[in-house]
């Protein structure tokens, strides 16, 4: 199981979220996710709790993001050259979403400055694969996180 904490903006299009939440099951935690746009085509930006790792995905069909954020996941996890196993653990883990609202100032923080470079990536580049998004924007070190790169701090934890 995973709770998807989700901004109040997103939150409007996705549905209603849970009153009371557990912890995820998940080794990555939490993932707290934010709506963008670049010129008219939108993007919900997702970032794990743990590792800060990215998950970006097209801001159509968001009454059904629960259940397309464990694609997403894995598709990065092994462009990362995480283990399939582990990758099939965590996007099983993943399968079974709760919706909740953001309740991490920090996380928010850096959903921010990740959603303003990749909405710069995306106009210079708008054929770009949102996998090959997300691993660029993981290379982005990160101040929480000690000045880490979110790709590896992943790594580290996924073993």
């Known amino acids: 199981m995973v709770t998807l904490r989700l901004t109040q903006k997103l939150l409007r299009l996705v549905g209603t979220p ?11 935690g ?5 709506l963008f746009y670049v010129g008219r085509a939108r993007y919900v930006l997702l970032v794990s709790e743990h590792a800060r790792l990215p998950v970006l995905v097209p801001g159509r069909d968001l009454k059904n993001l629960g259940r397309n954020f464990p694609g997403a996941l894995a598709a990065v996890l092994l462009a990362l050259g995480v283990p399939a196993s582990t990758v099939e653990r965590e996007a099983e883990a993943s399968a079974n979403a709760l919706m909740a609202t953001t309740n991490n100032r920090s996380l928010l923080g850096t959903i921010s400055d990740f959603s303003f470079l990749v909405s710069h990536r995306l106009r210079e580049r708008p054929d770009v694969d ?9 290379r982005t070190p990160v101040g929480p996180l000690s000045y880490e790169r979110p790709r590896d701090v992943a790594r580290q934890l996924l073993g």
């Open 130 to 138: 949102l996998t090959q998004a997300a691993l660029w924007l993981s």
């Open 18 to 28: 849970a009153l009371e939440t557990e912890p995820s099951t998940t080794i990555l």
């Open 30 to 34: 939490d993932w707290t996710g934010n």
